[in-house]
């Protein structure tokens, strides 16, 4: 039985977890959940689940969710250094990081320290400080276990291929929903049309990455990180099926692949799971009902974030913990229809650009860049609002 902690319960990711979870009561059991705001949604999960503690990130909703769960024996904590706290108690076997954005890294950190596996969805957490988290997982000898889908796939191609090197990973991108559009149609899209993904539903950061391929930006970042392979190894397809979700290419010239319908519930799984692969009822793929899978370029010189994610891993230091903390800016105010679609591109490029360069940050360095960052993108915001 392993006792699961779920950072992010009530998000898209956490949700779909308990579902898995749910499919298999005799492998996993539930005995951390934690939700920033949602404390409705947390209270509900947690008298379904009866985990042994809960945090809500938010402190004004402590006595609300504490009040909820008095005399259930569930422990209530508030705040996020409880997130941190939590991820080492003895009784969590695995922690699943799906919260989102920079707030991973910390609890991360923890969780290695305290030699606990990484179900990793967070994928912000190693591009802020990939070069910090992987070298500290393999002195923990803690595995860091993908949950996002092409970096599942990868995982995947290359299991029994550790003395293969790797050539090239293809990571594939759906094109999200503004696919083939032009600068002058992107600068026109709506907050709406943005969160309207054709494939996948998912949280409100993560659709707006995808629309922007930011979201396959950082994914390049994180292949970086878990592969350990360089930006001229990593070659982004698009791919607007959804159905190949991502490749492998050995000095051989072969190629593996991981193929299935979109559905989060399987890489979750797998993460949690591994090394094994558990039977699943999730629908299975079927080739009559995709009589074509197409690949393309993707399109760099409109979608401008991915271009600066390479550029960011190029130059490493704390350059993509200054694109990370920049987006997660430009992003929150693309949804509060303060910025237009390609002026997110336009604030990563700044910050990134002017932020002060660090070549070898610490923990500390990446805490300091991200503060400073994000107060050098909410000034360009506030100069910059529509
Ligand atoms: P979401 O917005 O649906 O859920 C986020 C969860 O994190 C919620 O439970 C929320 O309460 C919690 N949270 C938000 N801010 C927090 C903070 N500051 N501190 C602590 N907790 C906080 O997001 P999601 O779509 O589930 O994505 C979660 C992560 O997984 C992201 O890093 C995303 O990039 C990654 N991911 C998601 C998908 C997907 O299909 N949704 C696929 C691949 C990777
Ligand atoms: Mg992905």
């Known amino acids: 039985m392993k006792r699961i902690a779920i950072l992010g319960s009530t998000g898209s990711i956490g949700t779909q977890a308990l579902e898995v979870i749910a499919e298999h009561p005799s492998e996993f059991s539930v005995e951390v959940l934690t939700a920033q705001n949602q404390a409705d949604l947390l209270i509900t999960q947690a008298l379904a689940w009866k985990p042994a503690h809960v945090v809500i990130g938010n402190e004004a909703k402590y006595a609300q969710v504490k009040e909820a769960l008095a005399g259930t024996g569930i422990q209530v904590h508030a705040g996020a250094q409880?997130?941190?706290?939590?991820?080492?108690?003895?009784?969590?076997?695995?922690?699943?990081?799906?919260?989102?954005?920079?707030?991973?890294?910390?609890p991360t950190v923890k969780a290695i320290k305290a030699s606990k596996p990484i179900a990793l969805a967070n994928k912000e957490t190693l591009v802020v400080a990939g070069a910090l988290i992987m070298p500290l997982a393999r002195e923990m000898g803690v595995p860091i276990l993908p949950v996002d889908s092409e970096h599942s796939a990868i995982f995947q191609c290359l299991m029994g291929e550790s003395h293969n090197p790797i050539e090239k990973v293809i990571l594939t991108a759906s094109g999200g929903p503004f696919r083939g559009?032009?600068?002058?149609q992107?600068?026109?899209?709506?907050?709406?049309?943005?969160?309207?993904?054709?494939?996948?539903?998912m949280g409100a950061k993560i659709t707006i990455d995808s629309a922007s391929l930011m979201n396959k930006g950082l994914e390049v970042i994180e292949a970086a990180w878990l592969f350990d392979v360089?930006?001229?190894?990593?070659?982004?397809?698009?791919?607007?099926?959804?159905?190949?979700?991502s490749l492998v290419q050995f000095e051989d010239g072969s190629i593996k692949a991981q193929v299935g319908l979109p559905d989060m519930k399987l890489p979750i799984q797998f993460a949690l799971g591994y090394p094994n692969r558990m039977k699943a009822s999730f629908p299975r793929f079927d080739f009559k009902l995709y009589p074509s899978l197409t690949f393309e370029q993707a399109d760099t010189r409109t979608f401008r974030n991915l271009g600066l994610a390479f550029q960011a891993l190029e130059?490493?230091?704390?350059?993509?913990?200054?694109?990370?903390?920049?987006n997660e800016v430009a992003v929150a105010a693309f949804l509060e229809d303060q910025i237009g679609f390609l002026a997110m591109s336009d604030l990563n490029d700044y910050v990134m650009n002017q932020g002060t360069f660090i070549a070898n940050?610490?923990?500390e360095d990446y805490i300091e860049s991200d503060k400073l960052s994000r107060i050098m993108a909410q000034d360009w915001v506030d100069k910059n609002r529509k």
């Open 82 to 106: 409880a997130l941190e706290e939590v991820v080492t108690l003895d009784s969590v076997d695995i922690v699943l990081t799906a919260l989102v954005g920079y707030a991973g890294l910390l």
């Open 181 to 184: 559009f032009s600068w002058e």
């Open 186 to 201: 992107l600068a026109q899209v709506t907050r709406a049309q943005a969160l309207k993904h054709p494939n996948w539903s």
């Open 230 to 245: 360089k930006p001229s190894e990593i070659e982004v397809v698009v791919h607007p099926q959804s159905i190949v979700h």
């Open 315 to 326: 130059q490493g230091g704390n350059k993509a913990c200054l694109l990370n903390a920049a």
């Open 361 to 363: 940050p610490t923990l």
